[in-house]
């Protein structure tokens, strides 16, 4: 392990982060989708982008995706972030997104500017913006249920294809098979064939409801990420890859709660599977020995996700639960299938056949539970080479028949219970209602705090702002002390703290890291102010880079002074 990390490029972490931003296409018609995409060479979790996106009021923005992919550069690993934005113009015109901010790390980037051209009419060659289609199988579907998805790229119009990486399927409520089928075949639209790259997969709906399913990845030129299957000519990308993201639009799931009804042994699944006989390893074995018992599912989809019925509880059978012994590939006329063991010990030399082990699933299509439940399957059972006390010591004999317990009324209590105070139904005393409205207050009062919370979490520089008035306010009731004890050198130390503390929230910035010339930047009176600041500043950097060890006392004089600066930035933490 440790030489496999060691072996590892280098993730690149220093290089300070840039932002781009630019359409596709730049020209669109009047309404038609345009692409805003917004890369940073940065970490996907260290980047804060804002809720809305300033644009012209004429563009309609709405977030579809975002990803982070990490390609090779220069010997190093360069993690790439990007947003994709969905504009329309109302009307045509060149509209803008302007240059804004995003966070990166804690630090401000700047997004530039970018602008789209929206026309009445475009040249026949126009190519609109490149984009996944997702298509689903079905889109009325039962909870529990697979269904399989697909996901096209069409070629550009030169017929050239690149891959995908980094492909997801995105949508609270679903369950998506990592597993991607990929093939290049080449469909017939608007009179030409068009190459298109296919990844085909299976999704499982795990929640009720209206369901959005959308899909997402990222060019990577002429990786595949693995096997592909080609149907015809087909011209792939050359050269790096681009890592551009695309995303799809969302494809609506009405997700259903299974019908009440289930059979015996309904372990989840759902689709039209069949059994097939189930089969034993031996049809002849001896009391206290393991037989095998192999029993086949066939269905269309989703047997990697099948589960085995339980075994069933019986006094003359031991019967462990089931081991999954992989899959049998479709033959003509039939599915593949999954295959599972159950080992089953007999107890007693009295049983001629297994038990039957109760099996169902429900079919989506006829919308009911069918019934496939292991029949039993004969077996003869021999006594031959048994212990003389095998009668008195199997489980099967020594079991003690259960009772059943018949309900009965308990008798009359000895003691008096509880008192009431009054017959009078709760719902009718005088402080019921307020303990009716007291959810309803306890709802508001968190809804509040939550609120104060999400606004501070999107504005941090109130935050900011709180600490330093707080840490400002300390250390001007030190710089009192100070100044009653005639402590030149500590008066000196916090007037430089305090106003380096106010001005800090403004940059942002580490207090001590202020020179005095960013604190002047921040006064409005750039003669008298600035002045006092400069003062301050030059007597404790004379005491750090001089000869002398001791500030200069003469400062305290100019309380009244610093004071007037003080309570002037004070009053800025405050906007």
């Known amino acids: ?29 009047a309404g038609e989708l345009a692409i805003y995409r917004v890369t940073v060479n940065a970490i996907e979790s260290a980047i804060r982008v804002p809720a809305k996106v300033p644009a012209a009021k004429e563009l309609t923005v709405q977030a579809t995706s975002q990803g982070q992919v990490l390609p090779m550069a220069a010997g190093m690993i360069r993690p ?57 199988a079905v889109t009325n579907v039962f909870v529990g249920q697979n269904f399989p998805v697909r996901i096209l790229l069409s070629s550009s119009r030169s017929n050239s294809l690149e891959g995908l ?21 080449s469909p ?19 929640a009720a409801g209206q369901l959005s399913l959308s899909a997402q990845g990222f060019t990577a030129g002429n990786d595949f990420g693995g096997r592909i299957v080609i149907f015809g000519q087909v011209t792939l990308a050359g050269g790096p890859a681009r890592n551009i993201l695309l995303d799809s639009d969302p494809v609506t799931i009405n997700a259903r709660p299974l019908p009440p009804g289930a059979l015996a042994g309904f372990t989840g699944a759902i689709g039209p599977f069949t059994r097939d006989p189930p089969r034993l390893e031996t049809n002849s074995v001896r009391a206290g020995d393991p037989a095998q018992l ?19 509880r019986s006094t003359q059978w031991q019967i462990f639960p089931a081991t999954e012994g992989g899959f049998v590939p479709a033959t003509e006329g039939t599915y593949p299938g999954a295959i599972f063991h159950y080992t089953l010990i007999p107890l007693t030399t009295d049983v001629r056949a297994t038990p039957a082990i109760p099996f169902s699933c429900f079919d989506p299509v006829a919308e009911k539970f069918l019934d496939l439940t292991v029949p039993p399957v004969p077996i003869t059972v021999t006594g031959e080479n048994l212990p003389a006390d095998w009668a008195g010591i199997s489980p099967a004999n020594s079991r003690e028949p259960a009772t059943e317990t018949k309900l009965s009324l308990s008798g009359l209590a000895s003691a008096r219970g509880v008192t009431a105070a009054t017959l009078t139904p709760v719902q009718l005393r005088g402080w019921f209602p307020f303990a009716q409205l007291s959810p309803l207050l306890v709802f508001a009062a968190l809804w509040s705090v939550e609120r104060r919370r999400r606004f501070l979490e999107a504005n941090p520089e109130f935050v900011r702002r709180r600490r330093a008035r707080r840490e ?7 710089l009192q002390r100070a100044v009653a004890a005639q402590d030149g050198d500590e ?21 001590r890291a ?61 906007d």
């Not at 045509?92 to 009419?121: C, D, M, Q, R, T």
């Not at 017939?188 to 795990?206: D, F, H, K």
């Not at 130390?493 to 106003?499: D, G």
């Open 514 to 574: 202020l020179v005095c010339g960013e604190v002047q930047a921040l006064l409005t009176d750039r003669n008298g102010d600035a002045r006092v600041v400069q003062r301050f500043f030059d007597a404790a950097n004379a005491s750090r880079f001089g000869t002398s060890t001791r500030m200069a006392g003469d400062l305290i004089a100019h309380q009244p002074e610093l004071n007037a600066v003080l309570d002037k930035l004070e009053e800025r933490l405050c």
């Open 165 to 185: 990486s980094q492909l997801q399927i995105n949508g609270d409520g679903f369950v998506p098979d990592k597993n991607f089928h990929a093939t290049i075949e």
């Open 188 to 206: 017939q639209r608007q009179g030409r064939l068009v190459p298109t790259l296919i990844y085909q997969t299976t999704v499982r709906a795990v």
């Open 294 to 312: 192999t029993v086949i599912v066939r269905g269309e989809a989703g047997l990697a996700q099948l589960v085995p019925p339980p075994p069933p």
């Open 1 to 29: 392990m440790v030489q496999l990390m060691t072996s590892q490029a280098p993730v690149d972490i220093s290089s300070p982060p840039v932002a781009t931003a630019s359409f596709d296409p730049p020209v669109v018609r």
């Open 472 to 478: 400002l306010r300390r250390h001007r009731r030190l």
């Open 491 to 511: 008066f000196v130390r916090r007037a430089i703290a305090s106003l380096q503390i106010a001005c800090a929230p403004h940059y942002p910035a580490e207090p």
């Open 80 to 136: 790439t972030t990007t947003f994709n934005y969905a504009v329309r113009a109302s009307k045509s015109g060149l509209f803008n997104v302007p240059a804004h901010y995003i966070e990166v790390s804690g630090k401000p980037v700047v997004v530039p500017e970018a602008w789209l051209e929206a026309l009445e009419e475009l040249p026949e060659n126009h190519e609109p913006a490149r984009r996944l289609n997702l298509e689903a």
